[in-house]
């Protein structure tokens, strides 16, 4: 089975802007978790989706959001950028069933806002 | 809230030496437990898991853990580490009512010497 991918793995953008990311999961699994990797704060959750429903959230700004695809695949989109914005964006998938659940990480996209 | 807490922040070995990461967590009920490791410039990569049962677990690559629950530890061994063991390691916890929202500890740098 093919991994989780991220896309794109680089991404470079000044302050104000917006931008979406992209995670497609391992074929199969339905549940997708967004992860925020910075020097400072380590590995921070943003949210989970589940059949196309946000389960899950954690304590960031309004300014996070995201979305789940019929096919599973998600996006997550930062408005307004901060310079703190900077991090590694990881996403996870799972089959999606509470319990024996094991998440499984993507290469990650690295933004860096300028 | 919940949070995890790993006790060595950077950790130099030589090889051949044993290795032990002290993980702790806070949270009252039932919980899965796990060991990912991020070697320079790859993803995160599942090393173990803990949902149920013996309370010892063993992972890839000769790694194994042990879940106290009296003491909230999950704590990783190896009894002798090699020159590519060299990576950040990380203990994650999640209620196991849940499916995503892992709670990651700050993470340990091992460097291991040839």
Same mark, same amino acid.
């Not at chain 1, 074929?27 to 921070?44: A, E, M, N």
């Not at chain 2, 020159?83 to 291991?112: H, M």
């Given at each position: 089975?093919?991994? &989780?991918?991220q896309t794109p793995r680089y991404l470079i953008k000044t302050r104000g802007q917006q931008v979406t990311l992209s995670c497609?999961?391992?074929?199969?699994?339905?549940? &997708?978790?967004w992860y925020q990797q910075t020097p400072g704060q380590g590995l921070q959750?943003l949210f989970?989706?589940?059949?196309?429903?946000?389960?899950?959230?954690?304590?960031f700004p309004?300014r996070f959001s995201g979305?789940?695809?019929?096919?599973?695949?998600s996006e997550m989109n930062v408005s307004t950028l901060e310079l703190g914005d900077s991090a590694l964006y990881l996403c996870?998938?799972?089959?999606?069933?509470?319990?024996?659940?094991?998440?499984?990480f993507g290469p990650g996209t690295r933004l860096l806002v300028l | 809230?919940?949070?995890?807490?790993?006790?060595?922040?950077? &950790? /130099?070995?030589?090889?051949?030496?044993?290795?032990?990461?002290?993980?702790?967590?806070?949270?009252?009920?039932?919980?899965?437990?796990?060991?990912?490791?991020?070697?320079?410039?790859?993803h995160?990569?599942?090393?173990?898991?803990?949902?149920?049962?013996?309370?010892?677990?063993?992972?890839? %690559?000769?790694?194994?853990?042990?879940?106290?629950?009296?003491?909230?530890?999950?704590?990783?061994?190896?009894?002798?580490?090699?020159?590519?063991?060299?990576?950040?390691?990380?203990?994650?916890?999640?209620?196991?009512?849940?499916?995503? %929202?892992? /709670?990651?500890?700050?993470?340990?740098?091992?460097? &291991? %010497?040839?």
């Amino acid at each position: 089975k093919a991994g &989780v991918t991220q896309t794109p793995r680089y991404l470079i953008k000044t302050r104000g802007q917006q931008v979406t990311l992209s995670c497609s999961p391992i074929s199969g699994h339905r549940s &997708v978790s967004w992860y925020q990797q910075t020097p400072g704060q380590g590995l921070q959750f943003l949210f989970e989706y589940f059949s196309e429903t946000q389960r899950n959230k954690g304590n960031f700004p309004g300014r996070f959001s995201g979305r789940q695809f019929s096919n599973s695949r998600s996006e997550m989109n930062v408005s307004t950028l901060e310079l703190g914005d900077s991090a590694l964006y990881l996403c996870a998938s799972s089959p999606g069933q509470p319990g024996k659940e094991t998440q499984y990480f993507g290469p990650g996209t690295r933004l860096l806002v300028l | 809230a919940q949070s995890v807490s790993q006790h060595n922040h950077h &950790v /130099i070995l030589s090889e051949a030496a044993s290795l032990e990461l002290g993980c702790n967590y806070s949270y009252g009920g039932t919980v899965n437990l796990f060991w990912y490791v991020q070697y320079p410039g790859q993803h995160l990569q599942l090393l173990l898991k803990y949902f149920s049962g013996d309370p010892l677990v063993k992972g890839i %690559k000769g790694f194994e853990a042990e879940f106290i629950k009296s003491k909230f530890s999950f704590n990783l061994r190896k009894p002798s580490v090699q020159w590519s063991d060299t990576a950040e390691y990380f203990c994650a916890v999640r209620p196991s009512s849940n499916t995503g %929202k892992l /709670i990651f500890g700050q993470g340990t740098t091992l460097q &291991v %010497k040839p």
